[in-house]
């Protein structure tokens, strides 16, 4: 699928697929970066900081993207777990956001 669409994203420039020499290959870079220059980026995160973009289908109006933030983010999972009583023991992987 990515090769019939490649064509019509002239800006793509690379391709992660989740388990293949992609993903391998990303995962190894990371660990390629100077520790100095994260702790630098980590410093300067803030919980409130923008971190994903979620965009609406428009069921209820226009589509829009809504900005969601780190706290966002965790606030959404702890209270999912604690509505699913999950504890320690438990491991989930979802997407975010996660509705019931």
């Known amino acids: 699928m990515v090769e019939e669409?490649?064509?019509k994203c002239a800006a793509l420039e690379?391709?992660?697929?989740?388990?293949?020499?992609?993903w391998q290959a990303l995962s190894d870079a990371g660990w390629q970066g100077d520790p100095a220059v994260l702790a630098e980026k980590q410093a300067a995160l803030s919980p409130d900081d923008p971190i994903n973009i979620q965009y609406t289908s428009g069921t209820t109006g226009f589509p829009k993207g809504a900005t969601l933030s780190h706290h966002n983010i965790l606030?959404?999972?702890?209270?999912?777990?604690?509505l699913c009583d999950y504890d320690h023991n438990n491991r989930v992987c979802i997407c975010v956001p996660f509705y019931q």
């Open 5 to 7: 669409v490649r064509e």
């Open 14 to 22: 690379h391709v992660v697929i989740l388990g293949g020499e992609s």
């Open 75 to 82: 606030n959404n999972g702890f209270f999912v777990g604690e």
